[in-house]
T-cell receptor
Framework: DQQVKQNSPSLSVQEGRISILNCDYT??????FLWYKKYPAEGPTFLIS?????DKNEDGRFTVFLNKSAKHLSLHIVPSQPGDSAVYFCAGRDSGGGADGLTFGKGTHLIIQP | DSGVTQTPKHLITATGQRVTLRCSPRSGDLSVYWYQQSLDQGLQFLIQYYNGEERAKGNILERFSAQQFPDLHSELNLSSLELGDSALYFC????????????FGEGSRLTVL
């Protein structure tokens, strides 16, 4: 049972344009959603998060949108830069059991083309 | 540099063997998490420890076990290894839950031949 789904394994975007990465989830108990970025041979690094009580959170070039009714979130990167080329993981946290473990999607490989 | 240290970075072993992966969390972080990333898979949550005690279990096999020591470092023990255990194993740490940010190490790549 995949609670977090990233249906696009890869995405290619031209430099300067907008990158939109999508994520769907099934667990209604998620109270936080996070995006992590991963370069090859490195561990994932936190990018941006959003509480389930909000519908938008912005940090510089990165904006995350949450649509709770559709159980969908998206990450917008504007403008896209070559250094944004990486694998992006969407994650949700279900703290109902008192645990903090995140449930991750399989990731989307974003490729920024010059 | 996330401040989380994992050793070894690479490990090659044979089926049936046992290995131990080590993780030192960021200074001051009480929680340690272990994740497995297999080929074409996302990060699968294995187990979480908080201040020495097991707090949550995910999809961790019975052949795998972990512990967190008084100095807060953690070890993940993998035994009776199978080919399918070949994966990247990540350790992450956090102080407490705020925005949900976890700090990940660079991972230990395990290859079982």
């Amino acid at each position: 049972d995949q609670q977090v789904k990233q249906n696009s394994p890869s995405l290619s975007v031209q430099e300067g344009r907008i990158s939109i990465l999508n994520c769907d989830y099934t667990n209604s108990m998620f109270d936080y959603f996070l995006w992590y970025k991963k370069y090859p041979a490195e561990g994932p690094t936190f990018l941006i998060s959003i509480s389930s009580i909000k519908d938008k959170n912005e940090d510089g070039r990165f904006t995350v949108f949450l649509n709770k009714s559709a159980k969908h979130l998206s990450l917008h990167i504007v403008p896209s830069q070559p250094g944004d080329s990486a694998v992006y993981f969407c994650a949700g946290r279900d703290s109902g059991g008192g645990a903090d473990g995140l449930t991750f999607g399989k990731g989307t490989h974003l490729i920024i083309q010059p | 540099d996330s401040g989380v240290t994992q050793t070894p970075k690479h490990l090659i072993t044979a089926t049936g063997q046992r290995v131990t992966l080590r993780c030192s969390p960021r200074s001051g972080d009480l929680s340690v998490y272990w994740y497995q990333q297999s080929l074409d898979q996302g990060l699968q949550f294995l187990i979480q420890y908080y201040n020495g005690e097991e707090r949550a279990k995910g999809n961790i096999l019975e052949r795998f076990s972990a512990q967190q020591f008084p100095d807060l470092h953690s070890e993940l023990n993998l035994s009776s290894l199978e080919l399918g255990d070949s994966a990247l194993y990540f350790c992450a740490s956090s102080v407490e839950w705020t925005t949900g940010e976890l700090f990940f190490g660079e991972g230990s790549r395990l290859t079982v031949l």
